[in-house]
């Protein structure tokens, strides 16, 4: 049976206009995402990722950043081409989002109970006392102990993996058909992080919603994700199912990850295995973006920018490496 | 808290001591004889001598120093020199005329001021921004003096708008209570008095308004910005809150810490008399008030004065501390 996509993201760009140049954040991104599944985005920092997400949230602070061409269809509708209120009144409540620094993330000058109970009156027309009932409802779900008594608690009182269940307490409180985890666990200890990940499992075989998880850790993609994107420069590089990539990866990049995965003892080291630095957006390289960093790299590589194409059925590489011969040369 | 309080206020006694013995030594040391200033230049060695005995200024400066204490612990604030009048009955209607003054500056000052600064910020760079920025570099540079004199040339000579000196026109009767006039003729339903007291208000509020009010606003404009940027007002606009929402509750309330101290500052500023708006408009409150008692050399009075000045400048220091723990949850007060 093939289930209609709940979120569908075409040709995606997304460009901040800088005093020294246009940076392609987000260069030409596609990808769709159907109901109760996980989508990996995988990348170093700077690779597009969370601009991807912030855009399809339409949370892209204008200017410098604007998103100059592309579609994000939820539902069949364009999200881009909604109204500021309309977005106000998705956001959060169909699609909502959890971020990386539970630290940072939640208003330090307010309680827990003020700020799900706002969430939830911004988008149900619910008494307090419901909204209350509902705020602990969604604590007991994300494994708080004690909910009632802690409503009343400010952020600073919650540990680190606590305050990230508040998170996703929070993002959940509307029941959204569609979730984006932005590096959910990247500021957490390493014994947390597994936690979470597995509340967030628990939760999407509860709730059905789908996942988009946004990650530089292709550890965390092996555990959650259906399917992957490796995006690089902005753009995707290799997109296939979980398995395939792992069996199967194609992209010189890809390969790059997956040798820098760390050890559960010290996923703090992020992608080292790969040496050089991500590419100045403001100005690629001519041919393909990788070249300058990867060890396969050929003449053509420095000319011409490879395609990303389906070079096996539901396997998408953009690489010289596998393109023919006169397909290159023309 | 209650802790807290009673700490805070056990420590007021050495501050106070510390207080009252530098006005002490300042006023002894600074040249000119009250006795001559109340008798005048022609007044024969004779009377003045006598003077000075009635008044105590023969004895030992410890002497004073130790009646002038000692008369403080009984709640007595001295009897000034000039009026023979307990200095607590002159202080009666001064300290509230002060008082209303600076609240009703201050009240200006924030309420423009805060609203300033978070358009400003939200509208970084926009025609508003620009204005009212600038507006506030002149603001913080503009001698009081010479725009309080520009607004009464303006509104009092040339439109006869506003009265331009003292609390009442002649004429106006309001029954006492507090000695704050606009409450008093509000508790009086006394309306024309209420007008009158409010005309009164307003040049001398603007003007006092004036500096605290462009510091406010710069201050509440970077401190907006800064956190117009922090990730949970990120979050709070990915959960979809009306943007009123996020600016004035989200971002407003984190923002405001820094707004708070100085507004703390300047209230404590404006209660220890504004002389110079006091004086252009006539003014009859506590700054005025302290700068005739030096020039009279009346020592009691600007002794005591400078004392409950003191304790005011203090408490108000307390409520901004009780304040900031109020807005900031993660402040302890211990
Ligand atoms: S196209 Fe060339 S440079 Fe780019 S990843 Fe493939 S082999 Fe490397």
């Known amino acids: 049976m093939e289930q209609e996509p709940i979120l569908q993201v075409e040709n995606l760009h997304t460009h901040f206009f800088t005093k020294s140049g246009v940076v392609k954040a987000v260069d030409g991104v596609s990808f769709d995402i159907k109901p109760g599944e996980t989508l990996g985005i995988v990348g170093e920092s700077g690779s597009g990722k969370s601009i991807t997400a912030m855009s399809i949230m339409r949370l892209i602070k204008d200017p410098p950043g604007k998103i100059v061409d592309g579609r994000v269809l939820f539902k069949g509708e364009n999200l881009l081409e909604k109204s500021k209120k309309e977005m106000r009144s998705i956001r959060g409540n169909q699609i909502s989002m959890v971020f990386q620094d539970p630290m940072t993330s939640l208003n330090p000058v307010f309680t827990v109970e003020k700020q799900m109970v706002e969430t939830i009156q911004t988008h149900r027309k619910v008494s307090k006392k419901e909204a209350i009932d509902r705020a602990v409802e969604l604590l007991d779900l994300v494994g708080i102990p004690s909910a009632r008594s802690r409503l009343k608690s400010y952020p600073h009182e919650f540990s680190g993996g606590m305050r990230q269940r508040v998170m996703i307490a929070l993002a959940l409180s509307c029941d959204p058909e ?40 292709l550890g965390v993609v092996a555990e959650v994700c259906d399917r992957v994107m490796v995006m690089y420069a902005g753009k995707p590089v290799e997109f296939s199912e979980v398995t395939e990539l792992f069996d199967h990866p194609k992209h010189p990049y890809t390969w790059g990850l997956m040798s820098s995965i760390p050890q559960i003892k010290n996923r703090q080291d992020r992608l080292e295995a790969i040496s050089g630095l991500p590419p100045d957006l403001r100005d690629l390289p001519q041919g393909c973006s990788f070249a300058p960093r990867c060890k396969h790299a050929m003449d053509k590589c420095h000319e011409v920018d490879p395609a990303f194409r389906e070079h096996i059925p539901a396997h998408h590489v953009r690489c010289l490496l596998y393109e023919e011969k006169e397909e290159v040369t023309t | 808290m209650l802790n807290y309080i ?64 000692g008369d403080l612990a009984q709640g007595d604030l001295g009897t000034s020199f000039k009026t023979k009048a307990p200095v607590s009955d002159e202080l009666e209607s001064r300290l509230p005329a002060t008082i209303e003054l600076t609240l009703f500056a201050m009240a200006i000052a924030m309420v ?202 203090v408490f108000v220091n307390l409520i901004t501390d009780i304040l900031y723990k109020y807005i900031d949850p993660r402040i302890s007060l211990d």
Not at chain 2, 26 to 50: Q, V, Y
Not at chain 2, 54 to 67: A, I, R, T
Not at chain 2, 114 to 136: E, P, R
């Open chain 2, 6 to 69: 009673i700490r805070r206020l056990v420590m007021l006694i050495p501050v106070l001591l510390g207080v009252s013995i530098l006005t002490f030594s300042m006023i002894h040391m600074i040249p000119g004889d009250p006795a001559r200033s109340m008798l005048g230049t022609k007044a024969n060695e004779k009377a003045l001598t006598e003077l000075r005995e009635e008044l105590g200024l023969n004895d030992p400066y410890l002497v004073q120093y130790g009646k002038f204490l």
């Open chain 1, 178 to 217: 569609v979730l984006i985890a932005d590096e959910p666990t990247t500021a957490l200890d390493v014994t947390i992080q597994a936690q979470i990940l597995e509340l967030l499992e628990r939760l999407q075989k509860e709730l059905g919603m789908a996942i988009v998880m946004i990650t530089h850790d």
């Open chain 2, 112 to 313: 423009v001021g805060v609203l300033a600064g978070v358009i400003s910020a939200v509208k970084q760079y926009s025609w508003f921004d620009n204005l009212s920025m600038t507006g506030a570099l002149f603001g913080v540079s503009i001698p009081i003096f010479w725009l309080g004199l520009m607004m009464i040339w303006l509104f009092s000579v040339k439109l006869g708008w506003l009265p331009a000196s003292g609390r009442l026109s002649s004429g106006v009767e309001i029954e006492a209570i507090t000695h704050f006039y606009l409450l008093d003729s509000i508790l009086t339903l006394n309306w024309s008095g209420f007008a009158d007291v409010f005309k009164h208000l307003l040049m001398p509020g603007v003007a006092l308004a004036t500096i605290p009010m462009a510091i406010i606003a710069l201050m509440t404009r970077s401190s907006m910005l800064e956190v117009m940027n922090q990730d949970y007002i990120r979050t709070a606009d990915a959960k979809g809150l009306a943007t009123y929402l996020v600016v004035f509750q989200h971002a407003l309330k984190n923002a405001f810490l820094p707004v708070l101290t100085v507004i703390g500052l300047q209230f404590g500023f404006l209660l220890g008399g504004a002389v110079l708006t006091e004086t252009i408009f006539s003014w009859p409150g506590i700054g005025r008030f302290v700068l005739q008692s030096i020039l009279a050399r009346d020592y009691p009075v600007v002794q005591s004065t400078i004392l409950v000045i003191a304790v005011i400048f």
